[in-house]
Structures are given as structure tokens and as C-alpha cells.
């Protein structure tokens, strides 16, 4: 299924997804984009995937201290690889998360839905980790379901399939926005 991931404070995270390098076009490709009706935004998931070139150590100094990136829709194997780098990477870090059903199926909906969310909490080096099911101001532990669910994908999985990441931004409607 489809997961919205809504918040994380990560920074290698918000380096591979949504990895906003916005901040890395030219002021005038940025005010070209937004005369043209776009929302002057440029996400490189794809290039965050598949290099780890400077460009990378970009995106992730842009996104240190930031905390609420781009809210994006993603299937859940693609977040269940990045929670498995995040932990490899022994950032501490929380992740706040949307599953979305699946008869939701556009971004306007992906963005507007509104359900229980799972917050995932971990620090991996000191082997410390906590799931919550969060539905407004109630909250309990995820179940054994939840939890399998965020498990690292097999190694195949990783390996083959690469997701296409959908920011959610505000005013975009049903819009897609172009990545590399």
C-alpha cells in the first residue's frame, strides 16, 4: 500500500525523500518555474537514490534543522528502505506517518486524508526504538502488524524496484511534480 509521510526530523531522511533541492536551482530557474504557474519546487529522489556525489552532502546540509520537510506518498517498501538506511546510518531519528487505503488515489487526496497515524521513533545506536499508533489525542504501542510492516524489505525488494516519492505540496491540487 501507500504510506504519507508527514514529518520526520532525519536530515539523511529528508536527504533521500523527498530530497527538496530547490535550493540548488538558479534564482532565475526558480522564478521561471513560478511564473509558469509551478510551484517553483524540484525534488531529486531519484539522483539521491541512485549517486552519492556531492550533491547528496548538499541536499543533506540543506536539510539539517529542518524538521518539517515536504509531506510525501510513498508505498510503504520504499519507506521500509529508507527507515532500513536511516538505521544503518545510526541517526537518531522520528518519523510521523499516514497510511493511506486504498481507494485513495491522487495527490489532493494522498494530502487531505485524514487517519490514525503511526509515529516511529528510534536511536539506533543506543538500541533504543518506540512505535505509537497516534488517533488525535489518544495513543497506544503499534501492534506486532504495525511493526512488521516498517521491518526492513528483503534485499531483492530494495535492490529492483524503484518508487516514484510524490510530494504533497499545498495548492498543487492533483499535480505531479517533475524530479530527477
Do not use: N
Not at 541512485?50 to 548538499?58: A, Q
Not at 536539510?63 to 510503504?76: D, I, R, W
Not at 510492516?149 to 518508487?163: E, I, M, Q, T
Amino acid at each position: 500500500g501507500l504510506v504519507r509521510v508527514d514529518a520526520t526530523d532525519s536530515a539523511l531522511l529528508m536527504q533521500l525523500s523527498p530530497a527538496d533541492a530547490s535550493g540548488l536551482l538558479p534564482v532565475a530557474s526558480r522564478a521561471l518555474l513560478g511564473a509558469a504557474g509551478s510551484s517553483g519546487k524540484y525534488f531529486a529522489m531519484y539522483y539521491s537514490r541512485m549517486t552519492s556525489s556531492d550533491f547528496l552532502g548538499t541536499l543533506a546540509a540543506q536539510a539539517e534543522g529542518a524538521t518539517v520537510p515536504a509531506p510525501y506518498a510513498a508505498p510503504l517498501f520504499e519507506l521500509r528502505r529508507l527507515l532500513a538506511a536511516a538505521r544503518r546510518h545510526g541517526e537518531a531519528f522520528h518519523v510521523l506517518i499516514t497510511p493511506l487505503p486504498e481507494g485513495v488515489r491522487s495527490p489532493s487526496l494522498w494530502r487531505r486524508h485524514a487517519a490514525a497515524q503511526v509515529l516511529l521513533e528510534e536511536d539506533p545506536r543506543a538500541g533504543v526504538a518506540s512505535c505509537l499508533v497516534v488517533d488525535g489525542p489518544a495513543s497506544a504501542p503499534c501492534d506486532e502488524r504495525v511493526a512488521a510492516r516498517l521491518a526492513p524489505p528483503p534485499w531483492w525488494l530494495a535492490k529492483v524496484l524503484l518508487p516514484y516519492p510524490v510530494p504533497l505540496l499545498e495548492g498543487a491540487d492533483d499535480e505531479i511534480h517533475c524530479s530527477a
